[in-house]
């Protein structure tokens, strides 16, 4: 049977068949609180259930207070009782007949304002009662919620609504139960493994909904009987909250429980939701506005279009354990949608299925847990047994270590001995060369690859070059004088940087380009100081050109006499053109001195 224009006939129904559910045409009477059977008169209309009260004019607003009215009639003494649906926001249930008024059950206190009213959602099966024909009325205020409405309340035998209250009650404090225990169990096992971010945001999110499910329906009634605009407030806020941090725990949860992958996901999600927090601090009434949801039922609707593609996505690249989480993912957002649309329309349904989609989803991600758990233990497993096994190989190592150590120690006992008298004996080497260098006349440095003047040099180096050349540029000192550009210049920079790092072929090859002989400029000697330069490679351990010596041995004087013979040659040459051929003893003796003087500076410049 179903009320049709505020008339509900039992009289063929039989209530072994089941309960029957009060739906239909409810008598509403706008801003009026029936007492008695007189006050069921005037104005009214007829409201179906599940169906706000601003449907009927536009001048009842969301806010307001009025009557529903149904006329139960063919009971024949049979005895009933009522169990609940819901009733936004405070209500009392009143039996109307001949014989009097009888106060069935209430849910808060009611208010023909916000001040008076005290809202309260209240589930519950009333006592059995008997009657024959009689009035049911329900006088409602709402001031504290989105709309104004009834849900379908029933009747029947108070047997059959116990067992369904009580199964309902069960089976959401059993949910609940869930909810809180595994929150706890990931969040120990975050505290005991702190890189396993999954689990911490996992509890988290299962403590959101935990307390979601708190406040939703008309759990609060069970722990408070007594009505309190506190409370109710508390849980109309976090109801709305919960929307928006869900979404971010779980996108929390995803991004660690695949190592990351969704990184830029979880963070605009992060910023979108808590960036709603001061919302919290709104006046209650904000929170009664049915356009308000629009906000977070937007964002989770945007927010599960995102996760679906990021899920195929993983899916379909193989990552692991992605199918189970897409689908378990898939069932949630499904729950989530669906609670959504009873908000959009309240006639759909007051039963939300998020809690139960959840209860699925978290045993598959315990299993996605228990799996990745087996491969880590695996993993420790096999690690720890390597460890044993590098352990053993390192003590193994570490006895053949202190056994080379203590024969290292006898060998290092000999070389040691042997390297001081190495020392000694390259320090007395060393003071031979230095004894020979301070000896020699003639300048003796070597020179690096960009030309610098290597130590040791001779002592003799100082007295040719007039100042300390170690660490000066010993091609600058030689042929400062040649000039950019020339053949010899250009001759002389090619052959410098072509022998390092090669062979000694290569150094053949080009040691034309160096000059054997310069004349530079002095300030003592108007013709300029004559230089003659000896070239001899320094190679590496692997025959390649190191460093260059150079032997530069000053000539000038030699030079100088040479050149003075060359002129008395040539002297003589034109005397013998000039002079008759005839024996002259003055010529002879002339002649005689000018050979020994040339012989005696031919021997001074070919001797040692």
Known sequence: ?????????????????????????????????????????????????????????????????????????????????????????????????????????????????SDEEIPQFKSFVTDSLKGDEFF????????????????????????????????????????LGILFIFG????????????????????????????????SGSIESWLFETPNWFIFDIFLRYNYFSLMFGPAFFAGFLNHLFDKKLERFQKITFIFSFSQLPLIFLPTNIFTYKNILLIPQTFILTWSIFLIYHLTSLFLNKVIFAKLVFLGSALLIFGACYDVGINFFPGFSSFEITPFALLIYIFVQSYVLSVKFSDAFKRERKVSHDLEVQTLQLEEEMRISKMLFEQLQVVNESLESKILE???????????????????????????????????????SKEIFRKDIVGLNGLSL??????????????????????????????????????????????ENERGRVLEINYVPLYDDKSRVENLMLLVDDITEVEHELQESKEDQLKYSIFMELLPAKRDEKFCEIISDSIKHAIFVLERWVGP
């Not at 096992?189 to 406040?215: H, T, W, Y």
């Not at 290569?506 to 002095?522: A, H, M, Q, R, W």
């Open 422 to 460: 190495s020392t000694s004996e390259l320090y007395r080497s060393a003071a031979k060369t230095q004894g020979m260098l301070a000896n020699i006349n003639k300048s003796i440095f070597s020179l690096d690859k960009e030309g610098t003047v290597l130590a040791p040099v001779s002592k003799f």
């Open 1 to 113: 049977p179903e009320i049709k224009k505020g008339v509900l006939d039992l009289s063929n129904w039989d209530f072994k068949k089941g309960s029957v559910e009060l739906k239909g045409e409810w008598q509403f009477f706008w801003k009026k609180f029936i007492k008695n059977s007189s006050d069921i008169k005037g104005p009214s209309h007829f409201l179906k259930t599940n169906t706000s009260w601003t449907t009927l004019s536009k001048d009842y607003t969301r806010t307001g207070y009025g009557s529903f009215v149904v006329k139960v009639v063919g009971l024949k003494g049979r005895k009933i009782a009522f169990r609940s649906g819901y009733v936004q926001s405070a209500f009392e249930m009143l039996k109307v007949s001949g014989k009097g008024i009888e106060l069935i059950q209430k849910g808060g206190t009611l208010g023909k304002n």
């Open 478 to 523: 030689l042929f400062f004088h040649f000039k950019k550009g020339s053949k010899q210049k250009n001759d002389l920079v090619h052959s410098f940087k072509g022998i390092f790092g090669r062979s000694e072929d290569n150094y053949l090859s080009l040691k034309g380009g160096f000059p054997e002989k310069v004349t530079i400029p002095d300030r």
């Open 136 to 175: 049911l009325v329900l006088n409602v205020s709402n001031f504290h919620f989105r709309f104004g409405a009834i849900g379908n309340f029933k009747m029947g035998s108070y047997s059959e609504l116990m067992r369904e209250f009580e199964v309902e009650k069960y089976s959401i404090l059993s949910l």
């Open 184 to 215: 706890c169990y990931h969040l120990g096992l975050f505290f005991n493994r702190r890189e396993d971010k999954a689990s911490l945001f996992f509890s988290f999110f299962c403590f959101n909904l935990f307390l979601r499910q708190l406040g």
